[in-house]
């Protein structure tokens, strides 16, 4: 089982720069989740979304935009990347009724 | 305003000593979830158990055990006779019925041969 599935699983930006992060999951789960980890730090919710075409802000969206067209993909986008993005990115996913969020690998992301 | 705190930044502990990872939480919730998570040196990040806020009943799987009490808002985890493949962050999370969850800092587990 794929699971979730996020790419790629490192990149270096030079500061300004703009690049997305992809995530799939496979388990035909409802809701998806964008989150951030910085080092020493739990988990931070940048965006979230409950269905295909509805998205919604989390904790720490700002310099981030998502979009969902379908129930399987909900990538991220970086629009002039400055050093503060430099973090671990984790998408994650749940089914509506049963709220266990299954992650993927993340995305290590430096910006220079 | 939802916060998981884990006042325990490390622990250190030899092979087949147990480990009990504190969590504290705070919600105005009724309803609400709490989630332990696991994220080895790999760095992806391992569902482990959730409990209700409706169910209070302690349980033990395998090697692992939680302890969870309304009372004074705590969800601990304890890892009985420690294996060097437990050393990882550890995450305690929060829920509630939006399906967003809050999560502490960690506590990251070093298990010693």
């Known amino acids: 089982n794929a699971g979730v599935t996020q790419t790629p699983k490192f990149r270096i930006l030079k500061i300004g720069q703009s690049m997305t992060l992809q995530c799939a999951q496979d388990m035909n789960h409802n809701y998806m989740y964008w989150y951030r980890q910085d080092p020493g730090m739990g988990l931070k919710l940048i965006y979230y979304s409950v269905g295909a075409g509805i998205t919604d802000k989390g904790e720490v969206p700002n310099g981030y935009n998502v979009s969902r067209s379908t129930t399987e993909d909900f990538p991220l986008r970086l629009e002039l990347a400055a050093p503060s993005q430099t973090s671990v990115y984790f998408c994650a996913s749940s089914l509506r009724d049963i709220n266990i969020q299954y992650f993927g690998a993340g995305t290590r992301l430096s910006v220079l | 305003a939802q916060k998981v705190t884990q006042a325990q930044t490390e622990i250190s502990v030899v092979e087949k000593e147990d480990v009990t990872l504190d969590c504290v939480y705070e919600?105005?919730?009724?309803?609400?979830?709490l989630f332990w998570y696991k994220q080895p040196p790999s760095g992806e990040l391992v569902f482990l158990i959730r409990r209700n806020s409706f169910d209070e009943q302690n349980e033990i799987s395998g090697r692992y055990s939680w302890n969870f009490q309304k009372s004074t808002s705590s969800f601990n985890f304890t890892i009985t006779a420690s294996q060097v493949v437990d050393s990882a962050v550890y995450f305690c999370?929060?829920?509630?019925?939006?399906?967003?969850?809050?999560f502490g800092a960690g506590t990251t587990v070093t298990v010693r041969a």
């Open positions: 919600t105005r919730d009724t309803t609400y979830y």
């Open positions: 999370a929060l829920g509630s019925n939006d399906y967003k969850l809050s």
